[in-house]
Structures are given as structure tokens and as C-alpha cells.
């Protein structure tokens, strides 16, 4: 028998894995049967766009739920569930609408997973492991990923669609099975159960906050932090919606490549997110939040340099801007996951942990229609080049408005003091 702490964490990393190896499949395997399709880079930016569509309006408001109920066992094995159930247009209609659509459907209900067991493994690390504990979460969360752009390379090539459907379906109800034995203990628990009206009226509340009832987001610049996020999320999540194009398109990389080189991204993140927690506990979050968002610019810029050289040599940048973007990744998720837990009231951890996917979200609706769109327009080099812009603007931000949150970490030019931006 595992003891108690170690066989929580294998239950976390299953369901981790599980949920996004099952998401990334699904993403990168719309993406490429509608570019098989001939489909425009605008149309197949749309099956990234229809995910994080889904994400901006129901990851904040999974966490609400989860917040005020104090079930948020029960709200990640209801969402896992339902994300298992919106893949089944995918078996019965055809068309270049419906994958669309239907990852549009997973999304409101999968997207419901990272807050909660984000404000899990934020609570579970308490004040001084808090990043070493979200860097274990991170890490099974990009094995997930890994797992998922692999299983891309190679099943695509060798299976039907409905096949690989399959393996998606089977993925995300293993997922949801996996939470049932999550211990639940560690959230706050409500004086009363709220009747169905109560809890309805407490998340609109909790999500459009009245004006003063919103001094939460002013913290430390948590405000900022999220306005950052949107804009770095628009390059990376602009440029990862094109890639299943771009790299056999464009680059001219066969499935099996483009799937080891999409894998190089989540692969590095398990290696990255581990030592950027003991960074984020050790040296502070914002500089790691900062140094991240400037590598994600840096990310565009090597992807795009990617078409100036060719053979081998066109293969090794390629791989290099994936490696810049999980590095890069990783500093900005560990050190923003450990700020948000930093300033976050108790009871409301999951609500502000899902509005930083909603801030992603934000940046995934935009971002690949824009880049898309002017990738249709002036090609994807040009594109991504510009859309760099925008992570190189998030730095900026951040590294202005946002007040160092580790207790005993005070930065050049800071005051030691968590309050109102």
C-alpha cells in the first residue's frame, strides 16, 4: 500500500497526464485533418480559437463553483465526464464545422480541471513548497502534453479519424475516473451548502465583481499579471494553433517529425517546471514571470528563422524555437501559479486560478485568428515575426506593474510590501 502523500501525488499525475495528453490529441489532430482538407490557416487557427473560446468563459467559472461549494472533487469529476461526452459529434458528423465545434464543446467542461487542481496543489504546498508542489503539477501536466504530440506523430499517420477518436475518449474517462479518489480534504469548506440559486448568484458575483469588491485583483499588480498574460498568450498560442500546418506545410517535416518536435515543448516542461519551482521558491516570481514572457517572443522569432536555412540545419532550428518555448513556458507558469497562490484569499484561490486561464483564453481566441489570418495574407514567417511583438509587450508590462509576492523576496527598485498596485 503507497502511503497517503505518495499516492496522492500518482493520482494527480495520472489524471494530469490523462486530461492533457487527451486535449493536446484532440487539438493537434483537428488541426491537421482539416490542413489534410486544404483548409486556410484562418479555419484551422479557428479549432484553437474554438477551444480557448470555451476556456475564457468556463474556467473561472468551474473554479467559482468549485470555491463556493467546497466539492472540487466533485466539480473535476463532472467536468472530466462531460468533456468525455462532448467528443461524441466527432463520431457522427463530418464536415469542416464540426471539429470545430465539438473541441468548442470539450473545452467548456475540460477546461474546468486546471483551476481546481491547480488550487489543490497550491494548497497542498502551503507558503514555503508551494512552487515545488505546482512544478509537480506542471510536470505531470507536460507529460501529458508529451505523451499527447507523440501519440500525434505517430497515430496520425496509421490510424482513421474515428481511431484515433477512440483513443482520445478512452484517455479523458480515465481522467475523470482517476479524480474519484482524489483526496478532497484541503478545501474550504462552506458554513452551508448554497441552494442552486444561491450558488448561480455567488459565481456571477464572484466573476464580475462590484467595484469594491474587487481590491483581490489589485494585489501585488495581479490585475496586470493577467493583462500580460493575454498578450503573450496571443503569440504562443497563435503560433502553436498553425504548427500542425506549418511544420509539414510550410517547413516540409513528415508526421512522425512534426510530432517529435511538438513533443520537444511538453517534453522539456517536465525537466524545466521542477526546477523553476524550486526557482520560484528560492529567487522570487516575477522574475521568472518576465524572463518567460520575453522567451516566448524569442520563441516566434526562432520559428520564423526556421525557413531561412534548409536540410538538417532547418530540422535544428526548428527543434531549438521548441525548446526556447518550454523553457520558456515553464519560468512564466511556475513563477504566475506560485504569484496568483501567493495573494489569493483562501476561499477564492480556485476563482483567481481560473482567471488566469481565462486570460489565456483571451489570448487564444485572438491569437490565432490574428496571426492566422495574417499568416493567410503575408505568409507564416512574416506572421509569426509579428505576432512576437506582443509576448515582447507582456514582458514589458510585467516587469513594470508587478510587486515581487514571495514573503522575504524584495527586488531592486521594490518595496517589501504586498498590497494595492
Not at 281 to 309: C, E, H, I, N, Q
Not at 344 to 359: F, I, K
Amino acid at each position: 500500500m503507497l502511503p497517503g502523500d505518495t499516492r496522492q501525488r500518482l493520482l494527480v499525475a495520472v489524471a494530469a497526464a490523462t486530461r492533457f495528453g487527451a486535449g493536446i490529441l484532440l487539438g493537434t489532430g483537428l488541426a491537421f485533418y482539416l490542413g489534410e482538407n486544404d483548409a486556410s490557416a484562418l479555419v484551422v487557427g479557428l479549432v484553437t480559437t474554438a477551444y480557448f473560446l470555451g476556456m475564457t468563459v468556463f474556467s473561472p467559472f468551474w473554479g467559482a463553483v468549485a470555491d463556493v461549494t467546497g466539492r472540487r472533487r466533485a466539480v473535476l469529476v463532472a467536468t472530466g465526464l462531460g468533456a468525455t461526452l462532448a467528443l461524441g459529434p466527432l463520431f457522427l458528423f463530418s464536415g469542416v464545422w464540426v471539429p470545430i465545434l465539438s473541441r468548442g464543446l470539450y473545452a467548456v467542461f475540460a477546461v474546468g480541471f486546471s483551476p481546481v487542481m491547480l488550487a489543490i496543489a497550491s494548497a497542498r504546498g502551503g507558503d514555503e513548497g508551494r512552487g515545488r508542489s505546482l512544478g509537480f503539477f506542471n510536470a505531470a501536466r507536460a507529460t501529458g502534453f508529451t505523451g499527447g504530440q507523440l501519440g500525434a506523430g505517430l497515430l496520425l499517420g496509421l490510424l482513421v479519424p474515428e481511431g484515433v477518436y477512440s483513443i482520445i475518449v478512452a484517455a479523458s474517462l480515465a481522467s475523470a475516473l482517476v479524480v474519484v479518489f482524489l483526496d478532497d480534504s484541503v478545501a474550504p469548506q462552506p458554513d452551508s451548502q448554497p441552494t442552486v440559486g444561491e450558488l448561480l448568484a455567488e459565481v456571477r458575483r464572484r466573476l464580475l465583481p462590484a467595484v469594491d469588491d474587487r481590491d483581490h485583483l489589485r494585489r501585488n499588480g495581479l490585475w496586470m499579471l493577467y493583462l500580460a498574460l493575454g498578450f503573450r498568450n496571443a503569440t504562443v498560442i497563435g503560433l502553436m494553433g498553425l504548427m500542425p500546418v506549418y511544420l509539414p506545410g510550410t517547413l516540409g517535416l513528415s508526421e512522425f517529425a512534426m510530432g517529435v518536435l511538438l513533443a520537444i515543448n511538453p517534453a522539456g516542461q517536465t525537466v524545466f517546471m521542477l526546477l523553476f519551482g524550486r526557482v520560484a521558491d528560492a529567487w522570487g516570481r516575477k522574475p521568472l514571470v518576465v524572463v518567460g514572457m520575453a522567451g516566448s517572443g524569442l520563441f516566434a522569432l526562432v520559428a520564423a528563422a526556421a525557413t531561412l536555412v534548409s536540410g538538417p540545419l532547418r530540422l535544428a532550428v526548428a527543434g531549438l524555437s521548441f525548446v526556447v518555448v518550454g523553457a520558456a513556458y515553464s519560468a512564466m507558469t511556475t513563477g504566475a501559479l506560485a504569484f496568483i497562490g501567493d495573494v489569493a484569499p483562501d476561499e477564492r484561490e480556485s476563482e483567481l486560478m481560473g482567471l488566469r486561464s481565462t486570460a489565456k483564453g483571451v489570448g487564444g481566441v485572438v491569437g490565432p485568428v490574428a496571426i492566422g489570418g495574417l499568416a493567410s495574407l503575408v505568409g507564416y514567417p512574416t506572421a509569426f515575426a509579428v505576432g512576437s511583438s506582443l509576448a515582447f509587450l507582456a514582458a514589458g508590462l510585467a516587469g513594470w506593474k508587478l510587486i515581487e509576492s514571495r514573503e522575504g523576496v524584495v527586488l531592486p527598485g521594490q518595496e517589501p510590501v504586498v498590497g494595492d498596485d
